[in-house]
């Protein structure tokens, strides 16, 4: 046992240092690799450590888990990179559950403290399990990435908060035959993942996942005192700690509080057509050869990715127009807003893909300046993080959220399918600006033809 917490400890200083390193795109590879050799450790220590074990069972199981793995990372599209993280987190809450619900049936572990550990691992991992499943559906849209929400809808979660509470007093403190008590608190925490999911809309879903992240870390810190495992203790208290700073973070790029966030339901659709004031908003359109040919006069560029990049799968394509303006002497910019996408640093893993230079990504506090003497901003597929109402409409579901200046640039090209509102619910008054230019379509085909018309100057 002594060694096996030595190997733990080792393990717990490369998950540190492997998540130190998953802060910056241009670590985030090794800090990967790091963290994987610290769980390596910890897995081959808590095997050794525990006799009679059938190892056959064990070698089986992490072989069709490898398979499994290595199947998703290679057929997992960027853009669906959301969707596997929620999955991945819905995993882990529930092998977590899992494991506590073993534990209850097991007959050699009666104490009050064991059972009072299982309730929360339960609860937590079960949580998690039916809410990453809830919000993979909404990325996917199996379900709408609008907020569901039906009335006495909050009144209906305070009672299923209440009757957890009674049921894991009743579970832990209830005597010997308690096993209904926990089916309940097992029913009812699989109801409240779904019930606090679904009125979250697409807009918050960053944050979402950071949370539930956050949960799956809880929940396998809870398995740990079941087990008394110290590995599992360290790597789910490390997870559960990060994953709540990251939704800190989120939040604070949303300016939103956490509370907003999961009963605000933002990204319900305004009706509205008006550009903020009252007035019908007035769009103008351009083609790529006019983009081309406004593109040949800058001399700085900026160019804003959004959600709709991904979707396009346009990554490469827009590194490969950034490249030839760059060999004509323009300067060439990524402004990243941290909550642009469907997950925190989507963007960045994007353009990391398209092997675009990470000196060029800047994130909102860099780049904010860099607009106002910016020739042209583009912004493809971004949509609520570039909307000026977020500045001075208190009525707006974003008022106070940090957005990129592209409106200061002279001159600002949106690239978009249609004048469909982002994931807010609410239309971008940056469409009607004077120094707007609407260039409609799909993102990759947009960039390829804008890259031709560019050639052809």
């Keep these: 046992m002594e060694y096996t917490n030595i190997a733990y400890v080792l393990s717990a200083v490369l998950f540190i240092l492997g998540i130190k390193r998953l802060s910056s795109p241009k670590t985030a590879r090794s800090g990967n690799t790091v963290a994987s050799i610290g769980m390596l450790i910890a897995i081959v220590a808590t095997l050794v450590s525990y006799g009679h074990l059938d190892f056959k069972i064990i070698i089986i199981g992490m072989i069709i888990g490898s398979i499994i793995g290595a199947f998703f990372a290679i057929k997992v599209q960027m853009t669906q990179m959301p969707q596997m993280v929620a999955i991945f987190n819905g995993f882990g809450g529930g092998a977590s559950a899992l494991v506590a619900a073993a534990e209850y049936f097991n ?68 005597g010997s035959d308690t096993t209904y008590y926990f089916y309940g608190l097992v029913t009812l925490s699989a109801l409240i993942g779904i019930t606090l999911t679904i009125p979250i809309g697409g807009a918050d879903m960053p944050v979402v996942i950071s949370l539930l992240n956050s949960y799956s870390g809880v929940a396998a810190a809870a398995t740990g005192f079941v087990l008394m495992n110290n590995g599992l203790i360290i790597s789910g208290a490390l997870v559960g700690a990060s994953g709540l700073i990251l939704t800190n973070i989120m939040c604070k ?68 127009v950034a490249d030839f303006l760059e060999a004509h002497g323009k300067k060439v910019l990524y402004a990243i807003h941290p909550v642009a996408g469907r997950m925190p640093g989507h963007m960045n893993v994007l353009l990391a893909e398209a092997n675009v230079p990470y000196e060029q990504l800047k994130d909102l506090d860099q780049i904010n300046p860099e607009f106002e003497d910016c020739d042209v901003a583009i912004v493809l597929g971004a949509n609520d993080v570039v909307n000026p109402a977020a500045r001075h409409d208190k009525s707006s579901p974003i008022y106070g959220m940090p957005i990129l200046n592209v409106d200061k640039a002279k001159t600002v090209l949106v690239n978009k399918r249609t004048m469909n509102p982002g994931f807010a619910g609410i239309q971008n008054e940056l469409f009607g600006f004077d120094n707007t230019l609407m260039v409609f379509g799909d993102a990759k085909a947009t960039l390829t033809d804008l890259l031709k018309e560019l050639k052809e100057l």
């Design 107 to 174: 007959p050699a572990n009666p104490s009050t403290f064991n059972a009072a550990t299982i309730a929360i691992s339960v609860f937590v991992g079960t949580l998690t399990f039916t809410g990453s499943f809830i919000a993979f559906g909404k990325l996917q849209g199996f379900i709408s990435g609008k907020p569901i929400v039906f009335p006495g809808q909050k009144i209906l979660n305070a009672l299923i908060a209440i009757c957890l509470v009674l049921l894991g007093t009743y579970t832990v403190m209830g």
């Design 253 to 320: 790029g949303m300016n939103r509080s956490l509370t907003n966030v999961i009963f605000g339901a933002v990204g319900l659709v305004q009706e509205t057509s008006a550009s903020g004031d009252g007035k019908q908003m007035l769009v103008k359109s351009a083609s790529t050869e006019e983009a081309a040919m406004i593109l040949d006069a800058a001399d700085k560029i900026i160019i804003v990715p959004g959600y709709g990049l991904a979707v396009a799968q346009a990554q490469h394509a827009v590194r490969e």
